[in-house]
Each structure stands twice: as C-alpha cells, then as structure tokens.
Nanobody, 129 residues
Framework: QVQLVESGGGLVQAGGSLRLSCAASGRTFSNYHVGWFRQAPGTEREFVAAAIWSGIWSGNTNVYEDSVKGRFTISRDNAKNTVYLQMNSLKAEDTAVYYC??????????????????WGQGTQVTVSS
C-alpha cells in the first residue's frame, strides 16, 4: 500500500495555471492507477482525471471529466513517485479541495470514488474571478 500527499494548491486568478502534485511513499506505485478528484463545499466528491496503468510497455491511459478536457493534464514521474495535475485556463468553478487517489485493482472505469483504495488529505485550490 502507499501513502499519498497532495501539494501545490493555492489562490490563482481566473485564466491562470496551477500544478498539483501527489507524492507517494511506502512503495513504488508506477503500476497503480491514479485519479484526481475534487470537492467543493456542500458538494460530493467528483471525478477530475485518471492515469490508468496499461502495462509496462503501454504506459498510462489518461481520461478526463468533460469540463476539464483540454485544460487539465494528468501525468506521472515514476522516478519521483509523483503524479501531477497541470491545470490551465482555470475557472471559478474549479475552486475545490483536490484529492489524489490510487488503486492497484482492475476496474471497469476509474471515475468513481469507490474505484480507489488509497486517498490523500487534499489540497485547496481557489480561483478568483
């Protein structure tokens, strides 16, 4: 199992950019599936993006929630045991606490909170308008 710690959140102007990091410890997790979720006050946690491990030769398959396609990019640096979420063209509605999650289990999809076994504590992203 792994421990996950998010960082990189903060206050940013609408239209700006921010890069979130999810650092894993405990063991290497290059072959884990990793997702980013977000939760605004009074709302349920929602899917943002996932990097799905597709095999040692295939690498990752990235998927995104429709509202962030073309603006957000999920990536991972296996040497650093870190997953990133690059967020560009930020909007006020992107304001939320962002969480990193991981699982080694095979799922039909990786867009549900129930698909993941390990979670970080979250990092706050606030976009001013």
């Amino acid at each position: 199992q792994v421990q996950l710690v998010e960082s990189g959140g903060g206050l940013v102007q609408a239209g700006g950019s921010l890069r979130l990091s999810c650092a894993a410890s405990g063991r290497t997790f290059s072959n884990y599936h990793v997702g980013w979720f977000r939760q605004a006050p009074g709302t349920e946690r929602e899917f943002v993006a996932a990097a799905i491990w597709s095999g040692i030769w295939s690498g990752n398959t990235n998927v995104y929630e429709d509202s962030v396609k073309g603006r957000f990019t999920i990536s991972r640096d296996n040497a650093k045991n870190t997953v990133y979420l690059q967020m560009n063209s930020l909007k006020a509605e992107d304001t939320a606490v962002y969480y990193c999650a991981a699982t080694r289990s095979m799922r039909s999809s990786y867009s549900s909170v129930y698909d993941y076994d390990y979670w970080g504590q979250g990092t706050q992203v606030t976009v001013s308008s």
